[in-house]
């Protein structure tokens, strides 16, 4: 049965892949069928789906769709970068440093990513910037920030960490977070050139609208959440509806378009993914796959290897839905095995980490959203799409490879 439920999360993930499938909903329906196969009741199947996580993902979500839908924070992040003028060369660090702000005050990786990439795709265009280069920066930003604890992968880590016994991994964990984005986006930023950028297509301040009085509204009320959760210690999932409603009862937006916006997918893929994970470490399908990764690790290259798998596994499914709930469970066998010779949070950042660097690949969310937004915004053909794509997946395979070289060498260690 060990093996069984590990050959179903395998293919639920490629299924979801191959068919374009929500891998939560599969989550879901195996879960069934193995839970009856193993002769659990369905009462403890449900169980395993977190409640308590879907509520906090739900309200950060629903408000931040709010701000996206009366273009609060796209406006934000076209002021944001209109402060650079004309010095062309700090437009590509604005869009990083704004992405991983943006994305730790709340709206977490994809959000930021889908805010921030139109926008940065659109400006690559018309300021003729390369586009790989600014989409591997929304990326990394948005993935630096996202592990914040106001956001919704900070959130997940810090619940999947829970659950191996690693309790107060938030300032570790966004400080691992970031610097480790920010060292890989310093080498894209040289690799491609930023250095050394010009443009005769300037940002004004003045070209800009002003904040409606709906968007001023919004802004402050996400700033009044961030406050209450990060000084007075509120449940931000909470605080974040009750935010939302005062603003909903303010008609800042229109609530039903709101949550129309919400990514349903995205909760029922984590969700599901947990109902089915709950299973598997039941009947001892993690303590499995853990014997089998400690069979190929000796305790300086496991980072490493953790790294590079995680990184894999991105590129055909989710990093917060998927990668982190499968290996991060792992590591205290793996820790048992070995003997050490490692940290266990240094080990969950790993994971963490180099599978959000895989991102940027146009087979994840990040680098879809790169190829569709540019390809629209300039108009490219199909061989400029080609071209694209092969760089977006060069620069996430040369990531993923470059961090988990750097955990080897101690990264991770080094930063918490």
């Given at each position: 049965m060990e093996m069984f439920s590990?050959g179903?999360?395998?293919v ?5 892949f191959?068919?374009?499938?929500n891998?939560?909903l599969?989550?879901i329906?195996f879960?069934?069928?193995l ?14 789906f977190?409640?308590?996580l ?7 979500t629903y ?11 796209a406006?934000?992040?076209?002021k ?5 003028g ?6 590509p660090?604005?869009i ?5 702000v943006l994305s ?10 889908a805010?921030?990439?139109?926008f940065?795709?659109?400006l690559?265009?018309e300021m003729k910037i390369?586009?790989v280069?600014?989409a591997?920066?929304?990326?990394l930003g948005?993935s ?11 959130i997940?880590?810090k ?10 991994v938030?300032g570790?964990?966004?400080?691992n977070?970031?610097?480790s ?10 690799a491609?050139?930023?250095?050394r950028?010009?443009?005769?297509h300037v940002i004004?301040?003045?070209?800009l609208?002003a ?6 509204t919004t ?15 509120f449940n931000v ?6 935010v939302?409603a005062v603003?909903s009862f303010l008609?800042v937006a229109?609530e039903?378009?709101?949550?129309k ?7 029922i893929?984590?969700g599901?993914v ?11 399908g993690?303590?499995?796959?853990s014997?089998?990764l400690a069979?190929?690790?000796t305790?300086?290259?496991?980072t ?6 995680a990184?894999?596994?991105?590129w055909?499914?989710s990093?917060?839905?998927v ?5 991060i469970?792992?590591i205290?066998?793996?820790?048992a095995?070995l003997?050490g010779?490692f ?7 790993t994971?963490s980490?180099i599978?959000?660097?895989g991102?940027i ?6 680098g879809g ?6 390809s ?6 199909v ?10 997946f060069a ?16 990264l991770?260690h080094w930063m918490?």
């Open positions: 590990l179903l999360l395998l639920a993930i490629a299924l979801g191959l068919r374009h499938m891998t939560g599969l989550s329906a879960a069934l069928v839970g009856r196969m193993a002769g659990i009741p369905d009462k403890a199947v449900v169980a395993g977190n409640s308590s879907f509520l906090i993902l739900l309200g950060v408000l931040f769709s709010i701000a996206q839908l009366n273009g609060s924070l406006l934000l992040a076209e944001v970068v209109a402060l650079t004309r010095h062309t060369p700090l437009v660090v604005v990083y440093l704004f992405s991983t730790a005050l709340g709206p977490g990786t994809v959000p930021t990513i805010i921030m990439m139109v940065s795709m659109t690559a265009a390369s586009p280069m600014l591997a920066l929304v990326v948005s630096g920030g996202g592990v914040s604890p106001l956001a919704a992968t900070g997940i880590g619940n999947l960490c829970e659950q191996i016994g690693l309790s107060g938030e570790p964990f966004l400080t977070g970031v610097l984005m920010t060292v890989y986006a310093a080498v894209v930023y040289v491609l050139g930023g250095w950028l010009h443009s005769d004004h301040l003045f070209d609208p904040f409606t009085a709906k968007q001023k802004l402050a009320g996400i700033a009044v959440m961030v406050v209450l959760v990060m000084f007075f210690h999932g909470l605080t974040s509806f009750a939302a603003l008609k229109d039903a378009e709101a949550l916006n919400v990514p349903w997918g995205t909760l893929l984590i599901g947990s109902v089915l994970m709950n299973l598997i470490i039941k009947l001892g993690i303590e499995l796959l014997d089998a069979s190929i690790m305790p300086s290259t496991a490493a290897i953790m790294g590079v798998t990184g894999c596994m991105s055909c499914s990093t917060s839905g990668v982190m709930p499968t290996l469970p792992t205290p066998t793996l820790t095995n003997g010779g940290g266990e949070l240094e080990m969950a950042t994971i980490m599978s959000h660097c991102g690949s146009p087979l994840s969310t990040g959203l790169a190829l569709a937004a540019y629209s915004a300039a108009k490219a053909s061989p400029e799409q080609h071209r694209l794509f092969i760089r977006l620069v996430s395979a040369c990531g993923v490879l470059f961090l988990s070289f750097l955990s080897w060498l101690g991770f918490l």
